[in-house]
């Protein structure tokens, strides 16, 4: 039986321009391409999963518009349940706008209707959140309903990994609850730099880290000492939404009740798939793709 992923998190359309470089203050910069490409974190681990052979949820808002449409739809293609992804009147669809250079990016975004993801929408599926295997959230919703979220799966022993992008100061109440943190390096520093935490805190909030680290793979910290999984060398078209991939594949493996190695393994090579293709969906594989790749590239993430 498949496993049940509940995502909750963003639906942003991602307006995609591919430049040679970055433009400097002030600067008008002749770009190559620009695409429109369906994004937001929350929308792409629930791709990423779903593609991987999870049953996932999604649980989100997006605008009454033409975006907000053609998002559900394409979400709906995918094979992700979207009844809870609930069109509002008041605001846009959440974009976002994305310099593409090298493979490299760097990304606004705005919101919009991922605001309208208020606690009370979130407490309204309570049951939706008792019923699944685990449950996967980012920061791209209000930060007060990432926190009914939580408070709720923990009441019904459900298993909570964090994705806390894009980074922000978080309550030691949230950071104490959740079972898996999966930060970047550079979102790890902040996390682990509050003045909240005591040495004990941080201490076991590090050994709930799994820290991505891009083309190097990831680390863990084992009885407090760091490990390392490293990943798979690629040919790199777009890195956006390699993190997103990764914590689908993990979210479906842990569910599956992989080792945490191993799913940090199988979700190394989800994370360096997804970045041969252009956008943050376009590469991520399915399962077989991912097998395949092992198998092909055994004992290259030793
Ligand atoms: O993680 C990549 C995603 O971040 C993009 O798809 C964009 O929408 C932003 O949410």
């Known amino acids: 039986m498949k496993k049940k992923v509940l995502v909750i998190g963003s639906i942003n359309m991602d307006l995609v321009t591919k430049t040679s470089r970055v433009p400097k203050i002030g600067e008008t910069l002749i770009g190559e391409a620009f695409f429109t490409i369906p994004g937001g ?4 681990q629930a791709v990423a999963a ?4 999870a049953e996932v949820t999604l649980i989100g808002c997006v605008g009454e518009d033409a975006f907000g449409n053609q ?4 979400l709906t293609k995918e094979g992700v349940i979207t009844s809870y992804v609930k069109p509002v009147t008041h605001t846009t669809t959440g974009t976002a706008s994305i310099t593409l250079s090298n493979g490299d990016n760097s990304i606004i975004v705005v919101p919009g209707a991922n605001f309208a993801v208020t606690p009370e ?3 309204s599926f309570e049951q939706v959140i008792a019923e699944s295997d685990i449950l996967l959230l980012q920061l791209e919703i209000p930060l007060e309903s990432v926190i009914e979220a939580v408070n709720i799966a923990k009441q019904h022993h459900v298993k909570v990994i964090l994705n806390p992008a894009p980074i922000q100061t978080l309550p030691k109440d949230l950071l104490e609850k959740v079972d898996y943190i999966t930060p970047n390096e550079h979102e790890q520093e902040l996390l682990l730099n509050s003045p909240e935490l005591t040495e004990e805190e941080l201490k076991s909030v590090k050994a709930r880290c799994i820290v991505t680290k891009g083309s190097k793979g990831v680390m863990l910290y084992q009885d407090g000492v760091e490990k390392e999984i490293p990943s798979f060398e690629v040919d790199v078209v777009d890195t956006t939404g390699a993190g997103d991939s990764f914590n689908g594949a993990l979210a479906l493996s842990l569910s599956e009740g992989m ?5 940090c393994q199988f979700a190394n090579a989800v994370g360096a798939l997804s970045v041969t293709k252009l956008g943050a969906q376009g590469g991520m594989p399915t399962k077989a793709e991912v ?3 092992l198998k092909s590239r055994k004992g290259e993430d030793k």
Do not use: P
Not at 71 to 74: D, H, I, V, Y
Not at 259 to 263: D, G, H, I, N, T
């Open 291 to 293: 097998e395949e790749f």
């Open 71 to 74: 998002l559900t739809e394409g």
């Open 41 to 44: 974190k929350g929308a792409n």
């Open 259 to 263: 080792s945490l190695e191993e799913a």
């Open 50 to 53: 779903t593609r991987l052979g």
């Open 121 to 123: 929408y979130v407490q």
